[in-house]
């Protein structure tokens, strides 16, 4: 999966920061912020979306939400509060197609979202 930009962003070929490094999980901050804190959690494992896991990824799917919380308290919005955000498929604007979680903050998130 050499192609895939987070695959790239997981072996480091491409060197951005991250902000979370776990065993199975990475994150790093979105390219085009939609939010003062907007993050990707994603799995070192190319597994193209939600709709790909199986039951052997429970413990890549639990180290996604633990990442989150943990990310959310570092970026010192925990308690302001968060919002996690799967997109699968076209309908939904998923654009790339590597399992990814947003972690979005620093705002008042409307809902429903658009
Ligand atoms: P999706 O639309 O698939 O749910 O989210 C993909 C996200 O990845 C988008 O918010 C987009 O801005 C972000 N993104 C795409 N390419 C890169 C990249 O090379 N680096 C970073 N940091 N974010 C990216
Ligand atoms: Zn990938």
Avoid at 37 to 58: F, N, Y
């Amino acid at each position: 999966m050499m192609e895939c930009i987070f695959c790239k962003i997981v072996n480091r070929d491409i060197r951005e920061p991250l902000v979370y490094e776990g065993q199975h999980v990475v994150a790093f901050r979105d390219i085009n912020p939609q939010a003062p804190t907007h993050v990707l959690i994603v799995p070192r494992q190319h597994i193209a979306s939600v709709a790909d896991l199986r039951p052997e990824h429970a413990p890549i799917v639990e180290e996604m939400l633990t990442a989150a919380n943990t990310i959310a308290q570092e970026e010192g919005v925990a308690q302001s509060g968060y919002r996690l955000v799967l997109n699968r498929g076209p309908a939904a604007g998923q654009s790339v197609d590597h399992l990814h979680m947003h972690l979005l903050a620093g705002r008042k998130l409307a809902w429903p979202p658009g």
